[in-house]
């Protein structure tokens, strides 16, 4: 019991909290970067893939073919490995920044570099099940108003596919905030990599200057309860946008319904 006890008051510790939730910052800031960055990239991917298929260009569509099955079907922990090694960093990252020093604040690029290509090849593929749920119609239509491939793309073709793939990609979201507990394995400053480092001094917290098992469970437990709070609030986000938009379906189905009994 004073075991228990003493791991509790682990947690409690207000330096302990701080230090807890600026990895919690730094895990939300990781994630929506990856996200954000892979959107971007996973948006030029998708397109290249779908719509580069004749003449020279088709060169690209295999390049990003290859990008996206390559990092799709190998382990992200690979990559934040091969990067750790191969990545180069920008000279403005020698300083420090956040409250990392310089060596953090390169290792947190790399890391992040690793998970913004692996996220955007599944992106990729999220993004072009969006543009292939938008109708052939919309690019004749297009093109019908004098609107070049370019334009067609901005203002019809992706506003109508990423309106449609917003519930999968809040699913991404979730996954991204998951995998960035892999960062972890490098020693980076995310909740994971925080948690591991105060498992390894709770002897100083505990008052048992001792590390006990009760620590453990204590110190994941409530990182795990931060996880399934973060990630929980974005499902019932995913549920809700899906139950609106099934809603509408239903609706605009009955009042189809119903015009066609009228006019007959």
């Known amino acids: ?26 895990t939300l800031v990781i994630s929506v970067t990856a996200v954000l960055f892979g959107l971007v990239i996973g948006s030029v991917l998708a397109m ?21 099955e390559i ?26 920044m956040f409250g990392l020093s310089s060596a953090e ?8 570099v690793a998970l913004v290509l692996f996220t955007s090849s599944v992106i990729a593929e999220i993004v ?6 938008v109708a052939h119609g919309q690019f004749e239509a297009g093109r019908s108003q004098g609107f070049g491939t370019v334009r067609i793309m901005w203002h019809i073709v992706l506003p109508q596919a990423y309106n449609n793939i917003i519930p999968t990609l809040l699913s991404q979201v979730i996954t991204t905030v998951k995998d960035s507990s892999y960062l972890a394995n490098v020693a980076t400053i995310e909740l994971m990599a925080r948690t591991k480092k105060l498992l390894s001094s709770a002897h100083r917290y505990n008052g048992l200057n001792t590390v006990n098992v009760s620590d453990v469970f204590v110190l994941f437990g409530f990182a795990c309860l931060i996880y399934f709070a973060i990630n929980f609030t974005l499902s019932c986000m995913v549920r809700s946008i899906k139950n609106k938009r099934l809603k509408k379906a239903r609706q605009a189905q009955l009042a189809q319904t119903l015009n066609a009994a009228n006019s007959t």
């Open 105 to 112: 604040v390169k290792l947190l690029f790399k890391t992040v």
């Open 48 to 68: 290249l893939r779908n719509y580069c298929n004749k003449g020279p260009v088709r060169i690209l569509k295999w390049l990003a073919t290859a990008y996206i």
């Open 128 to 133: 072009r099940g969006g543009l292939n749920s």
């Open 71 to 96: 990092f799709r079907n190998t382990p992200l922990l690979l990559w934040i490995f091969v990067c750790m090694i191969f990545c180069p960093c920008p000279g403005f990252l020698e300083h420090k």
């Open 1 to 26: 019991m004073e075991n228990i006890k003493g791991s509790i008051s682990i947690i409690t510790n207000s330096a302990v909290l701080i230090y807890l939730m600026k990895g919690v910052a730094f």
